[in-house]
């Protein structure tokens, strides 16, 4: 096995999940923070956010990664440059890039002769490969390098899982020694030789992951239309789990067709009140505005964003209804991350539907078992937040689960629903078992559920 020295700039959930896995790979990877909190907590071996997996495998006594501020230590050393910084969403949709190219000027002086891959892991618009070549080159004029678009499909909470056994690992360069030097440093993924696996009890995929050389401008869209069409199965799914409630199928039932379809295929086919996350909503927005600028209309695009949009309100029209109008009422908001097994709270669905209660006159209370503290910075003094249960629901008139968080799932509601003015739970994401709900003596609604249809009653 070939090791080699690697930088993974930024200590993000992207940059520490590629350097643990690009250790497990045999790698010696040195990840730059700039952040000096960030920086020390990671040195005194805690990790920033909450991903599992993540601690065991940056920390295993097996691991190579170590954790500088010194960009210069890191670059000078290594062969391989992985650039994991952010590209958060500009007031009009786009990417700012503004962390990529202060990284791009940060590392143009240390280049030299020896040939260096420097690599976009960052999700950034079509065309940033060709404009980042040229800034770099004018930047360090006689150097050897070669970047390379190389976009991550990591899903927050799997982090991990999805860096050890990604599906593929997609190229986008120019010259065939790039091709070949992301080969060597990708050897041991291609080849299912990560023994970290075992230490984590990571569950095997059946299939080793596909290797695709494209250009650049490919892999940039690439990234952005696997997340667009993620994002349109939650919207198309959550469109036909809103027609079962107008006509009395059931969206479980439907679903279960669709998902046994191979060319379906039954992931990302859960209803509920839309997507949200660090991901999604920036990267539809940003491909429609890129298809925009090149003077294409991306029609279906714009509807998954709308439908997304609209999902959340759907749901709580259907509870003012049920409780004749929310004005006065007390309900609770479950789960403030945008999905379990992260602390993120970016694009937060329980955030907004705190925010739209209070706005309707309800005396709101959130609760989330992870990041009740870092939310109370984003909620009003109005709006109680805890990660105690119980005290949350105590006297509610209804709650509303946004997060499937385990605890939600595995709670005596029975008990806790006993401790509520009225057991009313709005399911959004059609989480818990309604059975389950209306023995422990709840009112269940859910999203498009037939026995627990939200809307009015087809006309048979
Ligand atoms: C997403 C993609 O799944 C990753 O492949 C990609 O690398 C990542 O964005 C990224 O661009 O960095 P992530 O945002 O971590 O990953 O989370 P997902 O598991 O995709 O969930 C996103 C949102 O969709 C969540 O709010 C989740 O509740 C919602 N969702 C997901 C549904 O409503 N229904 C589903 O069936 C699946």
């Known amino acids: 096995m070939n090791t080699l020295e690697v930088a993974v700039i930024g200590a993000g959930y992207v940059g520490l999940s590629t350097a643990a896995a690009l250790a497990a790979c045999g790698h010696r990877v040195w990840v730059v923070e700039r952040d000096p909190v960030r920086l020390e907590m990671l040195r005194s071996g805690r990790v920033p956010i909450q991903e599992p997996h993540l601690k065991a495998a940056l920390f295993a006594p097996s691991s190579t990664v170590c954790f500088t501020a010194d960009l210069r230590i890191a670059v000078c050393v290594s062969s391989i440059v992985v650039i994991a910084v952010g590209t958060p969403p500009t007031p009009s949709h786009g990417a700012n890039l503004s962390q990529l190219y202060a990284v791009l000027e940060g590392i143009a002086p240390l280049l030299d002769e020896q040939p260096r891959v420097v690599v976009v892991k960052s999700t950034v618009p079509v065309g940033t490969h060709a404009q980042a070549s040229q800034e770099l080159r004018r930047l360090a004029p006689i150097a050897s390098f070669a970047l390379v678009s190389n976009p991550e499909f990591l899903r927050q909470g799997r982090a991990v899982r999805d860096a050890v056994f990604p599906d593929r690992i997609v190229v986008g360069a120019t010259q065939p020694w790039a091709f070949q030097a992301m080969?060597?440093?990708?050897?041991?993924?291609?080849?299912?030789?990560?023994?970290?696996?075992?230490?984590?009890?990571?569950?095997?995929?059946?299939?080793?992951?596909?290797?695709?050389?494209?250009?650049?401008?490919?892999?940039?869209?690439?990234?952005?239309?696997?997340?667009?069409?993620?994002?349109?199965?939650?919207?198309?799914?959550?469109?036909?789990?809103?027609?079962?409630?107008?006509?009395?199928?059931?969206?479980?039932?439907?679903?279960?067709?669709?998902?046994?379809?191979?060319?379906?295929?039954?992931?990302?086919?859960?209803?509920?009140?839309?997507?949200?996350?660090?991901?999604?909503?920036?990267?539809?927005?940003?491909?429609?505005?890129?298809?925009?600028?090149?003077?294409?209309?991306?029609?279906?695009?714009?509807?998954?964003?709308?439908?997304?949009?609209?999902?959340?309100?759907?749901?709580?029209?259907?509870?003012?209804?049920?409780?004749?109008?929310?004005?006065?009422?007390?309900?609770?908001?479950?789960?403030?991350?945008?999905?379990?097994?992260?602390?993120?709270?970016?694009?937060?669905?329980?955030?907004?539907?705190?925010?739209?209660?209070?706005?309707?006159?309800?005396?709101?209370?959130?609760?989330?078992?992870?990041?009740?503290?870092?939310?109370?910075?984003?909620?009003?003094?109005?709006?109680?937040?805890?990660?105690?249960?119980?005290?949350?629901?105590?006297?509610?008139?209804?709650?509303?689960?946004?997060?499937?968080?385990?605890?939600?799932?595995?709670?005596?509601?029975?008990?806790?629903?006993?401790?509520?003015?009225?057991?009313?739970?709005?399911?959004?994401?059609?989480?818990?078992?309604?059975?389950?709900?209306?023995?422990?003596?709840?009112?269940?609604?859910?999203?498009?559920?037939?026995?627990?249809?939200?809307t009015r009653q087809p006309q048979d």
């Open 183 to 454: 080969k060597t440093l990708y050897g041991a993924l291609l080849e299912g030789q990560i023994s970290l696996t075992e230490a984590l009890e990571l569950e095997r995929p059946v299939s080793l992951p596909a290797w695709l050389e494209v250009s650049p401008r490919s892999a940039e869209l690439a990234k952005y239309a696997a997340n667009a069409f993620l994002a349109m199965k939650i919207s198309f799914v959550n469109e036909i789990a809103n027609v079962c409630e107008e006509t009395g199928a059931d969206i479980d039932e439907v679903i279960s067709v669709l998902g046994s379809d191979a060319r379906i295929g039954a992931d990302f086919l859960r209803a509920g009140l839309g997507y949200g996350g660090s991901c999604f909503p920036k990267d539809t927005r940003a491909l429609s505005q890129i298809a925009a600028k090149s003077g294409y209309d991306f029609q279906l695009l714009r509807a998954v964003i709308e439908v997304n949009a609209a999902q959340r309100y759907r749901a709580l029209d259907t509870l003012e209804r049920r409780l004749n109008g929310v004005r006065g009422k007390t309900v609770t908001v479950l789960g403030l991350t945008f999905k379990p097994d992260t602390d993120d709270l970016r694009e937060s669905l329980g955030i907004d539907l705190a925010l739209e209660l209070a706005a309707r006159g309800a005396f709101v209370r959130t609760h989330d078992p992870v990041a009740a503290q870092a939310a109370r910075e984003l909620l009003p003094a109005g709006i109680a937040v805890s990660g105690n249960l119980e005290a949350m629901l105590t006297d509610a008139d209804a709650c509303v689960l946004v997060t499937e968080w385990r605890e939600y799932l595995t709670a005596d509601w029975a008990r806790l629903g006993a401790r509520m003015r009225h057991a009313l739970v709005l399911d959004g994401r059609n989480a818990l078992e309604p059975t389950v709900m209306f023995a422990a003596g709840f009112t269940y609604l859910g999203i498009g559920r037939a026995d627990t249809r939200l």
